[in-house]
Structure formats: C-alpha cells, structure tokens
C-alpha cells in the first residue's frame, strides 16, 4: 500500500508545483492550505518561539514562493526547497529588525543625551529599546507605517512615494513630523521616568 502512495504523493506535488509555477492562484490557496500550519511551526522553531517573527517570516515566505515557484517531482525535495525559503525569510527579517533597533537607537542617541549611561551596558540599550517600541506603540498608525516601512522593511522613498500615491517630497515631510512625534514621545517618557 505504501508503495503505491508515494508516487501518488509524487505526482500530486508535480502537478501542485506545476501549476504554482505557472501563476495558478487556485494553486496557490491549495498550497497555502496544505503548508501554512507546518510551515509556522517550522519558523517557530527557527525564531526560537518569537511567533510575531515566525507570522512575518511565513508571509516573506509565501511572497518568494510566489516569485520564485518551479516544478518538484516529490515532497521531500519541495519541503526542502520551501525550508530553505523560509529559513532565508526569517534570517533576513531578523537582520532587518537588528538594523531598525541600531538605527533608532544611534537615533535616538544623538538628542536624548541621558538615554544611555557612559558605560554601555545591555540593560541601557534594553531600555531605550523598550521606550523605543512603546513610543512607536503610541504613534498613529499611519506615522508608525511610514517608520516601519522606511527603516524595518527598507523601503526607499520612492517606494513609499508610489505605495501611498504621493510625492517623494510629501514622503519625507511625512517621515520628518513621524521621526519627531517619536522624538517627543520618548522624551516625555524620559521626562517622566527622571520625575519618579
């Protein structure tokens, strides 16, 4: 019995990928059926349990699949291939959020001169990154998407520009008033902490 399912499996996987290949968007809500659960678990593992990296990780994930889809002849190598997507996607996500935190922190640095102590030490930099995300917590949304689009997801103006179907200029005048919404948000929790 055994024998028989596997090249059924095989075809099955064929004519999945095939059609994923081909741009086939019943296709593609098959396989997201069919692998959106493993695949979650999976980057859960590989975030180490930080389900929101997992959650964003998994939808880079379906977007390369999308963009990159060839034809398989069998399960072991399609799961291999979408591992290895997805593995790629979370590492990248990770290094993209390394790079928002340094940012805004080196940001944040250079006019909240209290925010870290001479001696740097990772409780300094956990709290200014915590004061950080509860400032983009109180952002409005759309201020926080522009943040979080120019610095985490590296957009460039441009392309914000072109989502929001504005102008470079209203972009960056955009992001200016959002950088110092930030800016006066942390230092009115700065304020407030040094009150206590």
Same mark, same amino acid.
């Given at each position: 019995?055994?024998?028989?399912?596997?090249?059924?499996?095989?075809?099955?996987?064929?004519?999945?990928?095939?059609?994923?290949?081909?741009?086939?968007?019943?296709?593609? $809500?098959?396989? #997201?059926?069919?692998?959106?659960?493993?695949?979650?678990?999976?980057?859960?593992?590989?975030?180490?349990?930080?389900?929101?990296?997992?959650?964003?990780?998994?939808?880079?994930?379906f977007?390369?699949?999308? #963009? #990159?889809?060839?034809r398989?002849d069998?399960?072991?190598?399609?799961?291999?291939?979408?591992?290895?997507?997805?593995?790629s996607?979370?590492?990248?996500?990770?290094?993209?959020?390394?790079?928002?935190?340094?940012?805004?922190?080196?940001?944040?640095?250079?006019?909240i001169?209290?925010a870290?102590?001479?001696?740097e030490?990772?409780?300094?930099?956990?709290?200014?990154?915590?004061l950080l995300?509860?400032?983009?917590?109180?952002?409005?949304?759309?201020d926080?998407?522009?943040?979080?689009?120019?610095?985490? #997801?590296?957009?460039?103006?441009?392309?914000?520009?072109?989502?929001?179907?504005?102008?470079?200029?209203?972009?960056?005048? $955009?992001?200016? $008033?959002?950088?110092?919404?930030?800016?006066?948000?942390?230092?009115e929790?700065?304020?407030?902490?040094?009150?206590?």
């Amino acid at each position: 019995m055994e024998s028989s399912a596997a090249p059924n499996q095989g075809a099955e996987i064929c004519r999945l990928t095939a059609a994923l290949a081909a741009g086939d968007e019943e296709a593609f $809500r098959e396989f #997201h059926t069919a692998y959106f659960d493993r695949l979650l678990r999976y980057l859960i593992v590989v975030t180490r349990g930080d389900e929101q990296a997992a959650r964003d990780a998994l939808q880079e994930t379906f977007t390369r699949v999308v #963009h #990159h889809a060839r034809r398989f002849d069998g399960e072991e190598k399609f799961w291999s291939w979408l591992t290895v997507l997805a593995r790629s996607a979370a590492a990248d996500g990770g290094r993209r959020r390394r790079s928002y935190w340094r940012l805004l922190t080196s940001y944040a640095l250079s006019w909240i001169p209290s925010a870290r102590p001479e001696t740097e030490t990772d409780a300094a930099d956990e709290r200014l990154q915590s004061l950080l995300l509860e400032g983009l917590n109180e952002l409005r949304a759309e201020d926080r998407a522009l943040i979080e689009g120019k610095y985490i #997801h590296g957009a460039s103006v441009r392309e914000l520009a072109a989502q929001l179907k504005l102008t470079e200029k209203a972009v960056e005048s $955009r992001l200016s $008033r959002a950088r110092y919404r930030l800016r006066e948000k942390l230092l009115e929790r700065l304020k407030n902490e040094e009150a206590r």
